[in-house]
């Protein structure tokens, strides 16, 4: 086991003081690997090597969690890094101006109160990565290479620990639903309270189908099982099987419109992003850390994008 210190009970681990030449240690990555799985698959690794950090290096360090996805998402090709499958985030802008990351404005944290879900702001915007996708992504890492001074932290939840603490019937009525998640819906939503967020063509939306995933994942790793399918994408919570019209689809996608059944997982969030389960990560440049899709969601937090610069670098294991 190497040095960490635990984030929140057994909930996400953090490795500090870490090299580069660490990075390609064999004990190294096999100690982290299980110290991920160990911790509920949350972990971070911070040290002042790790600010150099290559898009070559940053792509050997998530091997030792998954397979990293070589898919291009629609809409997203502009903000490639040096044609990895890294998607730069940020508000990142070349010499004319133009944003080369994708952006999203969010609210910033006043209070720690503020990282628990709210039902009537809807914010913080708690997800799961890319459920709209024919396979999701097992995980995702983020790399911090410029940080803001305040805010822009990234929030975490345990959905293993709270799907665990809810009641039997809960828990036995949530794994009889799903999920259908849109890739569409999902930046149309988005694109309604942060309009530079670009959506997808009638073209691009025929590419990417909507997508159906249970509210409950057995992990297939640990057995264990978790919240799943809660993202911008989630257009409507069905019983497993129920069909879901073209038309309501139309309106689900064009008009980034959500069916009321997912008010039903709206109010499970309050409960699953409570303190006892969260983790809130304030970034330095440097820092890596790399998350279990499958059994956390995550939520990022808005900054003085005016006055301030933030660009982190993402890339998604597909298995």
Same mark, same amino acid.
């Given at each position: !086991?190497? +040095?960490?210190?635990?984030?929140?009970?057994? &909930?996400?681990?953090? #490795?500090?003081?870490?090299?580069?030449?660490?990075?390609?240690?064999?004990?190294?990555?096999?100690?982290?690997?299980?110290?991920?799985? =160990?911790?509920?698959?949350?972990?971070?690794?911070?040290?002042?090597? /790790?600010?150099?950090?290559?898009?070559?290096?940053?792509?050997?360090?998530?091997?030792?969690?998954? #397979?990293?996805?070589? @898919?291009?998402?629609?809409?997203?090709? &502009? %903000?490639?890094? =040096?044609?990895?499958?890294?998607?730069?985030?940020?508000? #990142?802008?070349?010499?004319?101006?133009?944003?080369? +990351?994708?952006?999203?404005?969010?609210?910033?944290?006043?209070? @720690?109160?503020?990282? $628990?879900?709210?039902?009537?702001?809807?914010?913080?915007?708690?997800?799961?990565?890319?459920?709209?996708? $024919?396979?999701?992504?097992?995980?995702?890492?983020?790399?911090?290479?410029?940080?803001?001074?305040?805010?822009?932290?990234?929030?975490?939840?345990?959905?293993?620990?709270?799907?665990?603490?809810?009641?039997?019937?809960?828990?036995?009525?949530? %794994?009889?639903?799903?999920?259908? %998640?849109? /890739?569409?819906?999902?930046?149309?939503?988005?694109? /309604?309270?942060?309009?530079?967020?670009?959506?997808?063509?009638?073209? $691009?939306?025929?590419?990417?189908?909507?997508?159906?995933?249970?509210?409950?994942?057995?992990?297939? #790793?640990?057995?264990?099982?978790?919240?799943?399918? !809660?993202?911008?994408?989630? %257009?409507?919570?069905?019983?497993?099987?129920?069909?879901?019209?073209?038309?309501?689809?139309?309106?689900?996608?064009?008009?980034?419109?959500?069916? =009321?059944?997912?008010?039903?997982?709206?109010?499970?969030?309050?409960?699953?992003?409570?303190?006892?389960?969260?983790?809130?990560?304030?970034?330095?440049?440097?820092?890596?850390?790399?998350?279990?899709?499958?059994?956390? &969601?995550?939520?990022?937090?808005?900054?003085?994008?005016?006055?301030?610069?933030?660009? !982190?670098?993402?890339?998604?294991?597909?298995?």
């Amino acid at each position: !086991m190497i +040095a960490h210190r635990t984030l929140n009970g057994r &909930f996400g681990a953090a #490795v500090e003081d870490v090299s580069l030449t660490d990075l390609y240690d064999t004990q190294f990555r096999l100690a982290a690997r299980r110290l991920w799985y =160990s911790s509920g698959g949350l972990l971070a690794i911070r040290g002042s090597e /790790l600010v150099e950090l290559s898009a070559q290096s940053l792509m050997d360090w998530a091997g030792v969690f998954g #397979v990293v996805d070589q @898919e291009r998402l629609s809409a997203r090709e &502009f %903000c490639t890094i =040096s044609g990895y499958p890294i998607i730069g985030l940020g508000n #990142v802008k070349n010499t004319a101006g133009e944003l080369m +990351a994708m952006f999203a404005d969010f609210p910033a944290l006043h209070s @720690e109160a503020d990282v $628990q879900y709210d039902p009537v702001s809807e914010r913080p915007v708690w997800h799961t990565d890319s459920t709209f996708k $024919q396979r999701p992504p097992v995980g995702s890492v983020f790399h911090c290479k410029t940080a803001p001074s305040i805010g822009g932290d990234t929030l975490f939840a345990d959905t293993r620990g709270a799907f665990a603490a809810l009641d039997e019937d809960t828990r036995k009525h949530l %794994c009889t639903l799903e999920a259908v %998640c849109s /890739l569409a819906h999902h930046d149309k939503k988005i694109n /309604l309270y942060s309009p530079q967020y670009p959506v997808l063509s009638a073209e $691009q939306r025929a590419k990417n189908p909507p997508h159906r995933v249970p509210v409950v994942l057995e992990h297939r #790793v640990t057995g264990q099982h978790a919240l799943y399918g !809660m993202n911008s994408s989630t %257009c409507a919570v069905v019983p497993k099987g129920t069909p879901v019209t073209d038309e309501q689809m139309d309106i689900y996608d064009l008009e980034g419109r959500e069916d =009321s059944s997912v008010s039903l997982l709206r109010k499970v969030l309050p409960h699953a992003t409570s303190p006892e389960f969260t983790v809130r990560w304030r970034w330095q440049p440097g820092d890596v850390l790399v998350w279990d899709n499958r059994c956390t &969601f995550h939520a990022a937090t808005g900054f003085d994008n005016t006055n301030e610069r933030r660009e !982190m670098w993402r890339l998604t294991l597909a298995q």
